[in-house]
């Protein structure tokens, strides 16, 4: 019998999908059991349900004075992984540090667990060649197409791009980011009413259809097909570079709405103050215009925030210093 782990970042949201499917599929079999849930990140017993309530009334309050912000899909309630994991007997494992790469986290799946599968739902630290070798095989749920879609935010970028259509690809985990044979991939199309997020939830309930096919293709050892095509891949760099704008007059009005819809966010220097954007107007010259908050598009047409957050710029700073720290230090474990 195959015994299975499952790794995870997030039990409340897109991923809850998944790990219900996962769990309900092994069910229904003989030859396979979940073993653990890998989570780096846990919540609190009532942490959870604080996070949930405060999306679910964040939401509403928002969409009652903005329309535009109405979300197609509501929040999904957060998975409680303790309780499944009694009713179900698998274990909840939180490696040392966060780091699912830690000797000891390896250790003791080898000898104690021994497990021969594993599936990664949005667990965005990469594996590290000794954690791969516990596994017989490693699949990873990546939200975007391969290998056209490489690497972070992958459902941003196909929007950015104009693509009539959005992917997930449920791929073999290897050395390298996002490069393993596939297995099962699918596609959803997208709209111009569809934020991103929309189209993340709309690409978890594609893909949980697909589980149980997944789960079949594992236990009967099968490899997948290599990747065909060319290869694009987007880093936390590059996410970072498109929706940092420093100076808005350079751009043109389509140009930062199109950014904007397909990032969800986008930090911008206006009149010499930061700002987290997460909404834009044109303005006409016979409306009134806030001369803190407007500027001029590159063609011409003002532009003003209607929703946004004041950030010191230092603050800014020190966040990418200590995101690329992270960064290094986790490399030095590999």
Known sequence: M????LFTDDTAFVSTRLLKATLQAVQC????????????????????????????????IQSLFDPSRRRMYKA???LNVDRIARQHR?????????NVNHPEFIEELKTRLKPTLALSYYCLQRFSPAL???????VNYHNGLLPEYMGWRATSWSVYHGETETGFTFHQMNENIDEGNVFIEGVVATRPDAGWLDLEHEKAVAAEKCVPRLIEMLVKHQTGQPQTGTARY???????????IGAPSKHTSAELMKRLHAFGLLVMKINGTWYEVTKLERVSAKSKVRKSLSFRAADGIIMQPTRFRYVPFPLYRYLRLITRAVRSRQAIQQ
């Open 2 to 5: 195959d015994r299975l782990v």
């Open 29 to 60: 079999r003989n030859d396979v059991a979940v073993t653990a849930v890998c989570t780096r990140t846990p919540l609190r017993r009532y942490g959870r349900l604080y996070w949930h309530a405060r999306i679910m009334m964040g939401g509403r």
């Open 76 to 78: 999904l309630r957060p």
């Open 90 to 98: 698998f274990e909840v494992l939180v490696p040392p540090d966060q």
């Open 132 to 138: 791969l070798d516990v596994f017989e095989c490693v």
């Open 234 to 244: 987007f880093s936390r760099k590059d996410c970072l570079e498109i929706t940092r």
